[in-house]
């Protein structure tokens, strides 16, 4: 299994948000951007619309989780970003699921023998 990294800086968040692609649907959009590299770094961003603390932090803890738990289905060398939406933050862990896999599968960034 590969190991990921998280996106930490805002000027990484900023180059991805600039430079790469992004899709949308109900309750996430995920931006993606080569990092030329031989693995993937993932930044979750939750604004203040979503929610209080508390629900902002179950939606990024619920996004983390469903990609920790199919990382092995996504390409390496991606920096991906996924910013919640509003209608995020009444769901549970397989709508989150759901269309993070959906997203990856629009960006074309998942490995098709093991999904």
Not at 26 to 45: C, K
């Amino acid at each position: 299994m590969q190991f990921t990294e998280s996106l930490r800086k805002n000027e990484d968040f900023l180059k991805v948000y600039k430079n790469g692609r992004s899709h949308g649907n109900r309750y996430l959009v995920m931006y993606v951007l080569e990092n030329g590299t031989g693995q993937n770094r993932l930044g979750i961003s939750v604004s203040k619309k979503v929610g209080n603390s508390v629900v902002r932090h179950r939606v990024k803890r619920l996004v983390k989780e469903s990609y920790r738990l199919h990382e092995s289905l996504f390409n390496s060398g991606l920096d991906l970003v996924v910013v919640a939406r509003r209608s995020a933050a009444a769901v549970g862990y397989h709508e989150v699921l759901g269309a993070l896999l959906y997203l990856a599968g629009l960006h074309g960034i998942t490995n098709k023998e093991k999904g």
